[in-house]
C-alpha cells in the first residue's frame, strides 16, 4: 500500500511539474494585446480561478480565453463587457471595456493589434501599397512626418502618434533578424513619386528602398502607372505566410482593419497578389526606376 501512494505521489508531481513547463509565459510589453491578455490572466489568477472558471462567467470557451490570454486572439467589445461583468470590474479604472475602447479608438485601428502579433511570427511577408511607403520600409523622417501630419490634423494625439512609431521602430527590427521573414513589397509607383516631408526626406526614403532591396531576403518591385487597367488591387493589401505554412491576408479600411485567415477571399487575395507581382517591374527593373528617381531630386 505504501508503494503505491509513492508511486501515486511521484507520478502526482510529474503531472504538476508538466503543468508548469506548458504554462506560457506572457510578455505584457509584446504590445497592446499582449498587455490586455497578460492582466486578465493575473486578475484572473488572484482570484483563483482557472480559465474554465472564468469561462463559466462568460459565454465564451476556456479556450478561447486561454487564445486572448495569450494573444493568439484579439478582444472584442462583448468579451471586455463579459469580462469586467465576471470580475466585477465594470465602470473602474481596472475595466477590460475601457481598455479595449483605447486600443480601438486611441493609437491602433481594431483589428491591427492582432495583425502585428502574427506579423512577428511569420516567415513571409507580402505587401502591396499605394500612396504611402509600406511601415516595415519606411525611415524614422519619413514615418515622423506621416505621425505629426496626423497629429496636426486631429486623428491622434502628440501622445498617440509617438505610441504609433515607438511601434513601427519595433516591427522594423523583424527585417534586422539574423534570420528574418522573406520580404515581398510591390510599391504602386505612387509610393515613389508623392512628396512625403520634402525632397531631403523623400530622397533619404529612397535611398533607404534601394538598400532595402539589396537584401538577400527583401525583394522590391514597382507596379508602374503604365500598368493601367491590368492593376488587379486599389487597395493595400498584407499576406503573412506562418511557419505551419498557413497564411493569412490583412487589410484596411477607414475604419478598421480585417484579418482573413481562410476561405475563397483568403484565396481570391493571394491570387490578386500573384497577379500584381508578375505585373509588376522586375526588381532589376524597379530598382533602376528607384534610382532614376533618386537622381531626380539632387
Known sequence: MTYIREVFKSSTDVSRRRVVVNRKELDPDGGVVAAY??????????????????????SYSGKHISAVETARRSPTLKLSREIDSALGVSGTAQSFEREWRKMRDGVFLEGFPEYV??????????????????GLCQTVEYAEVLAAFNVERGSVTAEQAAQRLDLLRERQQLLDRRRPPLHFVVLDESCLRQMVGGPEVMAAQLDHLVELAARPFTFVQVAPFSMGERRPSHMPLTLLTLADRSMLAYTESQARGHLEREGAT???????????????????ASLAMIKVLRQSML
Request: no cysteine.
Open 37 to 58: 491578455g497578460a492582466r486578465l490572466r493575473r486578475l484572473r489568477e488572484e482570484r483563483g480561478w482557472k480559465q474554465e472558471d472564468l469561462a463559466a462567467r462568460t
Open 266 to 284: 483568403l484565396s481570391y487575395l493571394n491570387a490578386t497578389y500573384h497577379r500584381l507581382a508578375a505585373e509588376a517591374l522586375s526588381p532589376a
Open 117 to 134: 502579433h502574427y506579423e512577428r511570427q511569420a516567415v513571409e511577408i507580402r505587401m502591396f501599397d499605394i500612396g504611402v511607403v509600406p
